[in-house]
């Protein structure tokens, strides 16, 4: 039996472009798409939102790591991850065999793509700071499983999908 593994995977924050990039992509490669997140809300009817207010942000992250093992070990097309997959150590184990590309985006440009009255669950209060913290955070460990790191700050999607098509054969 062969192995399953993504042609690639999206890894970045919120506002980075993942979700739309992994399409771009999916697209020009003729591939599937499937985005982690997406997954979560299929499989429990629930929002993301919805999960972290009801059940908290541990049981959020468990259902996080299970649907991106899942993803991992079935889907071979594009892959994008939610923002905070890369925080659990199971997860970064598992995409040591895959190429990863970070999707880097400054403050600036992620709060303009987030928008400053978002229902992200993790950006309650000061978006703005939030959104800084998040990013000054994990951006260390998006660059610790890249094997690709592509700039989106003042690029397009499609610039965006053009660099990770000539990075990913």
Known sequence: MTAVAPRVVLVGPMGAGKTTVAEI???SWGVAVRDTDHDIVAGTGREISDIFVESGEDVFRDLEAAA????????DGVLALGGGAV???ETR????DVTVVFLRV???DAVKRVGLGTGRPLLL????????ALLDERSPIYESVATHVVE???RTPDEVAGSIRELVA
């Open 25 to 27: 992509l999916a697209g």
């Open 87 to 89: 925080l659990r150590p």
């Open 125 to 132: 209060g000061n978006v703005r700071a939030r959104i800084k």
């Open 93 to 96: 184990e598992l995409l040591a």
């Open 68 to 75: 991106v093992a899942a993803a991992l070990a079935e889907h």
């Open 106 to 108: 400054g403050l600036t």
């Open 152 to 154: 989106t700050d003042g």
